[in-house]
């Protein structure tokens, strides 16, 4: 049975950093695209990074470029998404998906498996 779940949510100052985990059960991570992605309250859900297969590519939102970064450890089948500066903007649900066909797009309805979601919340 193939299953996401996401850890490392929780509340940061301005400025701050949190590292989330999504962490994979019923299949191999190396596999497949893994994106990342969140939704704040009254708003869609957006893209924020998603990693190919070999790790080469990776693609970033541009309000996210050069503030999070997307890792992949094979050894612990988990995905990583680092943020770091984070804005009270930030403020969301963040959602890690698998994408069946692997094609690194970065659109919610490209990823067929999702997890449950971890709360990230940016205050003063």
């Known amino acids: 049975q193939v299953q996401l779940v996401e850890s490392g949510g929780g509340l940061v100052q301005p400025g701050g950093s949190l590292i989330l985990s999504c962490t994979a059960s019923?299949?191999?991570?190396?596999?497949?695209?893994i994106g990342w992605f969140r939704q704040a309250p009254g708003k869609e859900r957006e893209g924020v990074s998603c990693?190919?297969?070999?790790?080469?590519?990776?693609h970033y939102v541009d309000s996210m470029k050069g503030r999070f970064t997307i890792s992949r450890d094979s050894a612990k089948n988990t995905v990583y998404l680092h943020m770091n500066s984070l804005k009270p903007e930030d403020t969301a649900v963040y959602y890690c998906?698998?994408?069946?066909?692997?094609?690194?797009?970065?659109?919610?309805?490209?990823?067929?498996?999702w997890g449950q979601g971890t709360q990230v919340t940016v205050f003063s």
């Open positions: 998906a698998l994408d069946v066909d692997s094609q690194l797009f970065l659109r919610p309805v490209n990823y067929e498996y």
């Open positions: 019923g299949f191999t991570l190396d596999d497949y695209v």
């Open positions: 990693i190919s297969i070999s790790d080469l590519i990776t």
